[in-house]
């Protein structure tokens, strides 16, 4: 499963979404969650998705990246199920659920793959702005959250390291049982959170040694385009034709 996740990992190729700026990517983003949750009919989650698959397109990423994650995502969708029928939840539950799992996964992988992450933590830290009248440390918070995603592939990769360690040993994690599964869960976790805790005390006394300092991080330039534009008004389009219509909750 480790290998079909490739979550935060920045796509290097010129598109549309690529070259707008990271503040719209990330409202964009914002409105879309909003949408996919509040209206609970499987019909608009399907326009929905099919809105999705536009901007995939749009994005010049090749489609066997977004296959990949939607890989590994088919266990996780097939224990909703399994739950929901444990749990005599009605079947249009379960699909709902899992169209709205496909639906986050895929539009914040789009944002990810789409943005690098110095831009990231400008668009970020210009979102969050508005928080420094309250004396909350905005820049700081915004290159938290930036190293926060940075980490997450890192710590998929040392997981990847380790199982390929058991698999130079003879133990092949698909052959083996449940209750070995667990057992060697285990043994899994506990490396990559030590290997994991190693990285951050080596990032963290990098920027250190090289005297970071976070007020003048933020000197990127990101203009507006139309692209921008065209993308904002259309998922504002989208909210209000959902209010009009009516919450369907």
């Known amino acids: 499963m480790l290998d079909s ?3 935060n990992r920045f796509y290097n190729i010129d598109s549309e979404i690529r070259s707008m700026n990271p503040v719209s ?13 509040l209206e609970s009919s499987i019909e608009f989650n399907l326009i929905l998705l099919a809105i999705v698959l536009g901007i995939m397109y749009l994005s010049n990423i090749p489609f066997k990246v977004f296959g990949k994650i939607l890989l590994g995502l088919l266990s996780f969708i097939l224990f909703i199920f399994l739950i929901n029928f444990l749990c005599k939840t009605s079947i249009y539950t379960s699909i709902l659920f899992s169209i709205r799992l496909i639906l986050i996964v895929f539009y914040s992988s789009i944002l990810t793959l789409t943005t690098p992450p110095n831009e990231l933590i400008y668009g970020l830290n210009r979102i969050l702005s508005p928080l420094e009248v309250f004396k909350v440390p905005v820049k700081s918070l915004a ?4 190293f926060a995603l940075r980490f997450i592939p890192m710590v998929f990769e040392e997981g990847r390291v380790i199982v390929n360690s058991y698999v130079c ?14 057992l060697y869960i285990k043994s899994l976790i506990i490396p990559m959170f030590i290997l994991s805790m190693k990285n951050a005390d080596e990032f963290s006394d990098n920027l ?5 300092d976070v007020e003048n991080s933020f000197s990127l330039v990101c203009p507006y385009t139309r692209i921008d534009a065209y993308m904002l008004s259309f998922h504002f389009m989208l909210m209000v034709i959902l209010v009009v219509k009516g919450v369907g909750l």
């Open 5 to 7: 996740i490739s979550f």
């Open 25 to 37: 990517k990330i409202l964009c983003v914002f409105i879309f969650l909003i949408l996919t949750f």
């Open 143 to 146: 290159l938290i959250l930036s």
């Open 169 to 182: 040993r003879g133990i092949y994690f698909k052959n083996l049982s449940f209750r070995l599964k667990l």
């Open 208 to 212: 250190s040694l090289r005297c970071y």
